[in-house]
């Protein structure tokens, strides 16, 4: 992330600004929200037609600050109408503007209204309470899944009253966890849990309208609801260790007990936590406010080996730890590869394709030596940028001569391209060089070069149809080296490669 910018806006609501931010105009596509209104301080508005949908630019979540060791927060927070919306002409006269920049005003002016609204209560309005009147109050679309919609579509009226009577507390984005409800919990409502996958995270924010900063009073604690079979999950809990500014996050790992390995059915329960804050003016004890998250999942007999693929996250990097270039080189607007490469992101069509076709598919965010192989048919790794650690590669040749298939989904990575892609970026004031190519291509040849294998330096791109299927090739490598008697499908493609080198 931009850390200087980060920081001046957490200085801005840590001093009881309220920032209202558009998402950004990049969907339909999954994990595109723009910074600031990706920030849990901050309060990101996403844009819906005069039909209640969701407008098709309104970037989508999750967050993706917390890859690819966790797993993104909810956002938007709420959305409002930004799609043809009628507004002032530079030139005189009206035109229709559309954008999550047209629906995030319409944010700002209820919030100045509301704010005027309840000067008698000053005290109490912050960026977190402003927050939580708005998202409590917003109503829910149908059909719509939370990366989508947030809380829900603007209420203004619902909203102050909520605010009227609202005394300082804290709540919880999402306030509840149910894996069984969908759409609106896409993509957790996608799949079911089962005795030895890897963990789902889900990330839930924590929203401290009692004052700028605060902490847990001691631990969350789980508490099954043993009549609903709330003993078969195993529940983890990691979290700020302080809130500031006005919000922190509670990241909730659950995962089934060996007892369920064969069972079918619902499993419930809640977390407790109590936030406390500083008390405030005449106050002499801290401020407290105890919460309860309750959490339903639908478990399933483990599902056989051969149904299993194992994402492996933990090797795609994003901007902005480093300048790592877009996969597809004809997208020179925005150079930039800042979506994530996770299965609920980017990659949400192959995941949906996968899961439609019986396959469960679970996400590794740690290295190749955390994983058991004989759990899984297949490990996919697909846009890869970090390098192996010696211990990786050989525990991975292990597991596929004990019968584990591997698919590499491979970009291009060329020296000469990289050079020419570079830019000048007027922030920071200097040259931006990427770290490495669409894929990291030399710690992929490292990895496979055990199976006598290898990807080039060359660049492709094309059309091209593979069984009756019309596909596209874009800015991808080339297999240079391949065992004996294996089986390769060709095609001529353009080089972009050379083509880029030439006009650039």
Not at 158 to 167: G, N, P, R, W
Not at 360 to 378: H, M, N, R, S, W
Not at 436 to 449: H, Q, R, V, W
Request: hydrophobic letters at 40%; charged letters at 20%; a negative charge.
């Amino acid at each position: 992330m931009d850390h200087p910018f980060v920081d001046k806006v957490w200085e801005l609501t840590a001093n009881k600004v309220i920032m209202i931010s558009a998402i950004g105009n990049d969907g339909p596509l999954y994990g595109t929200l723009n910074n600031p209104a990706d920030q849990m301080d901050v309060i990101g508005v996403g844009g819906i037609n005069f039909e209640d949908q969701i407008a098709k630019f309104s970037s989508r979540g999750m967050t993706t600050w917390e890859l690819p060791g966790g797993y993104g927060r909810l956002k938007p927070d709420i959305v409002t109408y930004g799609s043809a919306v009628t507004g002032s002409n530079f030139k005189g006269g009206c035109r229709s503007l559309s954008g999550t920049s047209v629906a995030s005003p319409v944010v700002a002016g209820v919030v100045t209204l509301l704010y005027s609204s309840v000067r008698h209560k000053e005290d109490l309005i912050n960026p977190a309470s402003m927050k939580q009147a708005l998202m409590a109050s917003a109503r829910r679309l149908p059909g719509v899944n939370m990366f989508e919609q947030g809380h829900g579509k603007l209420d203004l009226i619902k909203a102050y009253q909520i605010l009227s009577a609202y005394q300082p507390q804290a709540s919880l984005s999402p306030s509840y966890i149910d894996l069984t409800e969908c759409p609106y919990m896409w993509p957790y409502c996608s799949q079911p849990i089962y005795f030895g996958g890897m963990s789902t995270i889900v990330n839930v924010t924590i929203l401290n309208g009692m004052g700028v900063t605060g902490k847990l009073a001691g631990k969350p604690t789980w508490h099954p609801y043993v009549p609903q079979f709330g003993n078969y999950i195993d529940v983890s809990i990691s979290y700020s260790s302080v809130l500031w500014p006005w919000s922190g996050y509670l990241a909730v790992a659950i995962s089934v007990v060996q007892d369920a390995v064969d069972w079918d059915g619902v499993a419930a329960g809640h977390i407790i936590l109590t936030i406390e804050s500083p008390p405030q003016g005449d106050e002499s004890d801290p401020r407290r406010s105890t919460l309860k998250l309750p959490v339903r999942v639908r478990i399933i007999p483990t599902p056989p080996r051969s149904k299993r693929l194992l994402w492996d996250q933990y090797h795609n990097l994003r901007y902005p730890s480093g300048y790592f270039p877009r996969d597809n080189l004809l997208k020179k607007t925005d150079p930039l590869d800042w979506n994530g490469d996770h299965i609920h992101t980017n990659f949400k069509d192959m995941y949906q394709h996968l899961r439609s076709g019986g396959y469960f598919i679970e996400v590794l965010g740690a290295p190749f030596t955390c994983f058991d192989a004989k759990q899984y048919g297949a490990l996919l790794l697909v846009d890869a940028e970090e390098e192996y650690f010696p211990e990786e590669i050989s525990k991975l040749k292990r597991d596929i001569d004990e019968g584990l298939s591997v698919l590499v989904f491979a970009d291009w990575y060329n020296t000469t391209v990289m050079k020419k892609v570079k830019f000048y970026d007027e922030n920071t004031r200097q040259w931006w060089m990427p770290d490495t190519g669409g894929a990291n291509i030399p710690a992929l040849n490292e990895l496979i070069a055990p199976w006598d294998m290898a990807f080039s330096d060359s660049v492709y791109a094309g059309e091209f149809s593979l069984a009756s299927h019309d596909m596209y090739y874009a800015s991808g490598s080339s297999i240079s080296k391949f065992p004996e008697g294996g089986l390769i499908i060709t095609q001529t493609l353009k080089d972009q490669g050379e083509t880029l080198t030439v006009l650039v």
